[in-house]
């Protein structure tokens, strides 16, 4: 045998050495599990231990599994109340694979699992819904709040608003019952939620008109009470301005009356010191006041009127 063919079977058997070794061997890491199968059936339990393992190779198979929590969101379901409400509910949970073998025998992979995992919850969320009024289905507490609004919203009397049971709870209550039937197929619930709530399309229109009407006759209130305040404002501001006129008007005649008397008290003084010149003056104003270029008077000589026109045409 020549050197040449003694390498080529010596690289060939190394590569099936390489070949046969890679295939026995593989990887488990911390967020991952592995079912071994052997044509097509698992063998032993499941290997949950991060590090490198040893399989038979060509023979057995891995099959990796999720180690962590994993998220499963329903579809919006028409569900209807124990008070003949028709409502769609959207449920929200979290899962993980328990038990990888009988997930594995059962399931086999986490699409088929997502699709158990709808029967089981949805099928319980029904039978939770319809046992429990619309109430109970959208309140978790009894706060306070504005009764009004959500009593039109919710189309239930105020008084019998308040809850016993509430939302979380009856997710609890979802949560417990859909716990005892998935570890049949090897996975674990957690957290399973009440994501969303509505009306179905038929009675939306006529919450949100019930809606509308309940905000209109709310702003109505409320421009009635600023119309009011307005009024109110207003009828102050009126009454506050004419007191306000009055004083100063009665404050400007006291003052006006006050100068008069002062100017009368002032003139008075004045002419009692020559009554006759007080005479002359008046008699002066009078003439001002009743001649022009267009009167005529017709007086006698003796007349008073004309006392100081004669006496100036004497001197």
Same mark, same amino acid.
């Given at each position: 045998?020549?050197?040449?063919?003694?390498?080529?079977?010596?690289?060939?058997?190394?590569?099936?050495?390489?070949?046969?070794?890679?295939?026995?061997?593989?990887?488990?890491?911390?967020?991952?599990?592995?079912?071994?199968?052997?044509?097509?059936?698992?063998? &032993?339990?499941?290997?949950?231990?991060? &590090?490198?393992?040893?399989?038979?190779?060509?023979?057995?198979?891995?099959?990796?599994?999720?180690?962590?929590?994993?998220?499963?969101? &329903?579809?919006?379901?028409?569900?209807?109340?124990?008070?003949?409400?028709?409502?769609?509910?959207?449920?929200?949970?979290?899962?993980?694979?328990?038990?990888?073998?009988?997930?594995?025998?059962?399931?086999?992979?986490?699409?088929?699992?997502?699709?158990?995992?709808?029967?089981?919850?949805?099928?319980?969320?029904?039978?939770?819904?319809?046992?429990?009024?619309?109430?109970?289905?959208?309140?978790?507490?009894?706060?306070?709040?504005?009764?009004?609004?959500?009593?039109?919203?919710?189309?239930?009397?105020?008084?019998?608003?308040?809850?016993?049971? &509430?939302?979380?709870?009856?997710?609890?209550?979802?949560?417990?019952?859909?716990?005892?039937?998935?570890?049949?197929?090897?996975?674990?619930?957690?957290?399973?939620?009440?994501?969303?709530?509505?009306?179905?399309?038929?009675?939306?229109?006529?919450?949100?008109?019930?809606?509308?009407?309940?905000?209109?006759?709310?702003?109505?209130?409320?421009?009635?009470?600023?119309?009011?305040?307005?009024?109110?404002?207003?009828?102050?501001?009126?009454?506050?301005?004419?007191?306000?006129?009055?004083?100063?008007?009665?404050?400007?005649?006291?003052?006006?009356?006050?100068?008069?008397?002062?100017?009368?008290?002032?003139?008075?003084?004045?002419?009692?010191?020559?009554?006759?010149?007080?005479?002359?003056?008046?008699?002066?104003?009078?003439?001002?006041?009743?001649?022009?270029?267009?009167?005529?008077?017709?007086?006698?000589?003796?007349?008073?009127?004309?006392?100081?026109?004669?006496?100036?045409?004497?001197?």
């Amino acid at each position: 045998m020549s050197s040449t063919t003694r390498n080529i079977i010596i690289a060939i058997a190394a590569f099936v050495v390489i070949i046969v070794l890679l295939s026995s061997l593989y990887v488990v890491s911390e967020t991952n599990q592995v079912i071994i199968t052997q044509f097509g059936e698992p063998i &032993g339990d499941a290997v949950t231990k991060p &590090g490198l393992h040893v399989k038979v190779p060509f023979i057995q198979k891995t099959n990796y599994f999720e180690k962590r929590w994993l998220e499963w969101d &329903g579809d919006p379901n028409e569900i209807p109340t124990k008070d003949k409400k028709y409502i769609w509910v959207v449920m929200y949970a979290r899962w993980r694979i328990s038990d990888p073998l009988v997930f594995f025998q059962r399931v086999r992979d986490e699409r088929r699992a997502q699709s158990r995992i709808d029967d089981i919850i949805d099928g319980e969320t029904r039978n939770a819904v319809a046992n429990y009024d619309l109430i109970e289905i959208v309140r978790s507490t009894n706060r306070e709040f504005e009764q009004t609004e959500e009593t039109v919203i919710l189309d239930v009397p105020a008084a019998i608003l308040k809850i016993e049971t &509430g939302r979380e709870k009856i997710a609890h209550i979802i949560l417990e019952n859909s716990s005892q039937k998935t570890p049949e197929i090897g996975v674990e619930l957690r957290d399973v939620r009440i994501k969303r709530v509505n009306y179905v399309e038929a009675v939306q229109q006529e919450v949100f008109r019930r809606m509308i009407a309940e905000r209109q006759r709310i702003a109505s209130k409320y421009r009635s009470e600023g119309d009011g305040e307005s009024a109110k404002i207003l009828g102050q501001k009126e009454r506050e301005l004419k007191r306000i006129q009055s004083e100063a008007y009665r404050t400007a005649q006291e003052i006006k009356g006050k100068a008069d008397a002062e100017a009368t008290k002032i003139y008075a003084n004045a002419y009692n010191l020559d009554p006759e010149f007080y005479q002359f003056m008046k008699t002066l104003e009078t003439y001002v006041a009743s001649l022009d270029k267009e009167t005529w008077l017709l007086l006698t000589t003796e007349s008073e009127f004309l006392k100081y026109l004669k006496s100036s045409r004497r001197r």
